[in-house]
């Protein structure tokens, strides 16, 4: 995360559904999903979280207002199982959206845990294979 200010919620439990802080990009129509580095929406669990298959899940939106008042969905996510969530998620933002944006979920079933939420150009990846060695060997021209 490159500002603390673009913390859309912590510690929230996704056992109900979350309507997080709205994030103000300070300008009419940002295109922030166009810049070099793109704002993504990065979702990090920080408890353990449960739910097996889409009958135990969660359902993220990213809305987007231009009066911080009305908001309007402008990005759906497909249905996540709840215990997939603890493997985070990254959620590239919309290159068209309005000013003010927010994350909102729905839940389906039974989910427990508990999500930081927060917008950022830059996000880490859990490595799912052990590292393989490449030895690069100079070669006559």
């Not at 669990?45 to 987007?64: E, L, M, P, R």
């Not at 590239?92 to 909102?104: A, E, G, Q, S, T």
């Given at each position: 995360?490159f500002?603390?200010?673009?913390l859309?919620?912590?510690?929230?439990?996704?056992a109900?559904?979350i309507?997080?802080?709205?994030?103000?990009f300070?300008?009419?129509?940002?295109?922030?999903?166009?810049?070099a580095?793109?704002?993504v929406?990065?979702?990090?669990?920080k408890?353990?979280?449960?739910g097996?298959?889409?009958?135990?899940?969660?359902?993220f939106?990213?809305?987007d207002?231009?009066?911080n008042?009305s908001?309007?969905?402008v990005?759906?996510?497909?249905?996540?199982?709840?215990?997939?969530?603890?493997k985070?998620l990254?959620?590239?933002?919309?290159?068209?959206h309005?000013?003010?944006?927010?994350l909102?979920?729905?839940?389906?079933?039974?989910?427990t845990g508990?999500?930081?939420a927060f917008?950022s150009n830059?996000?880490?990846?859990?490595?799912?294979?052990?590292?393989q060695g490449?030895?690069?060997v100079?070669?006559?021209?």
């Amino acid at each position: 995360m490159f500002d603390a200010a673009m913390l859309l919620c912590k510690d929230k439990s996704i056992a109900s559904a979350i309507t997080s802080d709205a994030y103000d990009f300070g300008q009419e129509a940002p295109a922030s999903g166009a810049y070099a580095d793109p704002i993504v929406v990065v979702i990090q669990a920080k408890s353990a979280t449960t739910g097996a298959g889409t009958s135990n899940a969660v359902t993220f939106k990213i809305q987007d207002s231009a009066d911080n008042s009305s908001y309007a969905d402008v990005l759906t996510v497909p249905t996540v199982p709840g215990a997939d969530i603890a493997k985070g998620l990254v959620i590239p933002m919309p290159i068209k959206h309005r000013r003010y944006v927010k994350l909102v979920t729905t839940v389906t079933g039974t989910v427990t845990g508990t999500i930081d939420a927060f917008l950022s150009n830059s996000y880490a990846m859990p490595m799912e294979h052990a590292k393989q060695g490449i030895e690069i060997v100079q070669t006559a021209s």
